[in-house]
């Protein structure tokens, strides 16, 4: 049997996403890789042979990533904070700009605190209360999810986060527009974090959203902000004196839901903050009385 050389395995795999318009074709083609040969990515400059079967398992998955089904759905996985995630149909795909949200909250917490409360609004996957108790063993954490799709992903991955050792999460159904959702934690919340549906209904999306998160998920109404203004009631509600919250937000939203936590009087200090590439990606805020 001939081997053949991973470098040029992975070119094509490259050539072919990019033909497709996927945004990252060489990271793709390496992920995807490593996927097949069961090795992290790193590792594949050490394989420089491998066997047709290997080929042909990596050129089955580019064709699926070809269709712009999600590299998450193909691999089955996602990350964040540390945290392997299973993600498929039925939950949104974490994003890698949302870490930004997670290193600033937890950034906020007092380290000399016994058991800081923390709150993780529209969980989705559970990816990031999980991370937050991944990092922080001695918090507690909290997290609430009112798609029922999405909440059995959550419960997966909370069960399997459990299993490897993490802090319990305590996981929640419920609507965050609920007027009373949480409110046995009213005041007692050291933070607040909150990945929403925030795109603009008219907003065109990639394939890889359109047809495969959750619509529920992605987008708030015709501003975007239907979920997000709730939200900022919820903190308010839910937030001790000094607490914080941060919301990620549409890059077209750097104003507006800054603005939004701060017409809150119990809110000071409203700011927002960029992603890696500078866009306006998530807004923070903190409880003063």
């Known amino acids: ?90 939950v949104f795909v974490p994003r890698p700009e949302t870490e930004l949200m997670l290193e600033w909250g937890l950034s906020t917490l007092d380290p000399s605190a016994a058991a800081p409360v923390v709150v993780d609004l529209c969980t989705g996957s559970g990816a990031l209360a999980l991370a937050v108790a991944h990092r922080l063993p001695r918090a507690s954490v909290h997290a609430i999810e009112r798609d029922h799709s999405a909440l059995a992903w959550a419960r997966r991955n909370a069960e399997i986060r459990t299993a490897a050792g993490d802090t319990p999460i305590t996981l929640h159904a419920g609507d965050v527009t609920a007027p009373d959702v949480l409110s046995d934690l009213d005041g007692q919340v050291d933070l607040v974090l909150c990945n929403p549906p925030y795109v603009p209904d008219a907003t065109e999306v990639q394939p890889e959203v359109a047809d495969h998160d959750p619509r529920q998920a992605v987008f708030g109404g015709p501003d975007g902000l239907d979920v997000i203004r709730h939200v900022v009631g919820l903190a308010a509600r839910l937030l001790k004196p000094g607490g914080h919250v941060a919301i990620e937000h549409d890059d077209t939203q750097g104003e ?17 903050h960029p992603d890696l590439a500078g866009r306006p990606r998530f807004a923070t805020a903190r409880r003063v009385w």
Not at 9 to 19: G, N
């Open 1 to 90: 049997m001939t081997r053949h050389p991973l470098r040029l395995a992975i070119l094509e795999a490259e050539r072919m996403l990019a033909a497709a318009g996927v945004d990252s074709p060489r990271v793709d083609a390496e992920l995807l890789a490593a996927h097949v040969l069961g090795v992290e990515r790193s590792r594949l400059p050490l394989i420089p042979l491998v066997d047709p079967p290997v080929v042909d398992a990596l050129h089955k998955v580019v064709r699926q990533r070809t269709k712009r089904i999600p590299l998450q759905h193909i691999t089955g996985r996602s990350h964040l904070g540390g945290v392997d995630l299973e993600v498929g149909p039925g």
């Open 256 to 272: 507006s839901v800054p603005a939004l936590l701060a017409a809150r009087r119990l809110f000071t200090d409203a700011t927002d």
